[in-house]
């Protein structure tokens, strides 16, 4: 009994531990509740990422006929909506800056995305797309990075849209780059049902079989 306390205390403390490292670094992150398997949701996120972000982001491990098949659309359409026919459908997502202008502008690079669902997950993105706010000078400051180099690029949707649809917007863009992150998650989640199920089919086999051994021996 004593053992088993003594267990239960330490999931309950890994527990805490990594509840408090999804909060980290004291900012306050709003959850993404951005869900995967709408896949209008990442159509939009698609054409607003291709509209807001790619002029300064490219997704370099990620290709626009992987995009189209994922997301359903063929490959003529994909290159319409996100490359403006300035692409095929063979090529890397790159980024419209001309190299060696964001270092004049910005003072740093803006970093490629494909991973950054990844490496700060999906509800940082989020709150971090909608972390702008004015301050008296009028500057944008953001609270999620703060003094960030990055200027508040849905400004336009913040200031003219409703605030329903402004959530919207970055909910897309970041469902979309939780897809591009991972872009097997879905099936992989799927998968791990399907797996669960035939270890438990398995498990009760196993165990008849057992009995069937067992049947005729003293123990
Ligand atoms: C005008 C150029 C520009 C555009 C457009 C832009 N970004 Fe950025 N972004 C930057 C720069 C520069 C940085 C590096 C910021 C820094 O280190 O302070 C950055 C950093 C980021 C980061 C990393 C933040 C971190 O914690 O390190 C994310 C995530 C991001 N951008 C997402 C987006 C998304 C999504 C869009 C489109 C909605 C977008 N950006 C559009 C310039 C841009």
């Known amino acids: 009994m004593k053992q088993f306390l003594l267990i239960l205390s330490f999931c309950m403390l890994s527990l805490s531990a990594s509840v408090q490292a999804s909060g980290g670094y004291g900012i ?14 990442l159509k939009r996120g698609a054409i607003l990422f291709s509209n807001y972000c790619m002029a300064c982001h490219s997704l370099k491990y990620m290709r626009y006929n992987r995009i189209a098949r994922n997301l359903g659309w063929d490959e003529d359409a994909i290159v319409a909506e996100m490359a403006y026919g300035q692409s095929t459908v063979y090529e890397d997502v790159t ?3 001309l190299p060696g202008v964001a270092m004049d502008v910005f003072g740093t690079e803006p970093p490629d995305l494909s991973l950054m ?6 509800d940082y993105i989020y709150s971090f797309l909608r972390g702008y706010e004015q301050n008296e000078k009028g500057e944008w400051e953001n609270h ?42 879905i099936d992989r ?20 079989l057992k009995r069937e051994y067992w049947k005729d021996i003293e123990h």
């Not at 669902?117 to 999906?122: C, D, Q």
């Not at 799927?190 to 438990?200: E, N, S, T, Y």
Request: hydrophobic share 40%; proline share 4%.
């Open 95 to 97: 980024t419209r800056i």
């Open 117 to 122: 669902s990844r490496l700060k997950g999906t």
């Open 144 to 185: 999620v990075l703060k003094g960030t180099a990055m200027p508040n690029v849905l400004e336009g949707i913040q200031r003219h849209s409703s605030e329903e649809e402004y959530a919207e917007a970055a909910r897309d863009i970041t469902n979309f780059l939780d897809y591009v992150g991972e872009p097997s998650k």
């Open 189 to 208: 989640l799927d998968l791990g049902w399907k797996v669960v199920a035939f270890l438990l089919v398995l498990l009760l086999l196993a165990y008849l």
């Open 28 to 41: 306050t992150l709003e959850p993404a509740q951005n869900n995967l398997r709408d896949q209008d949701s």
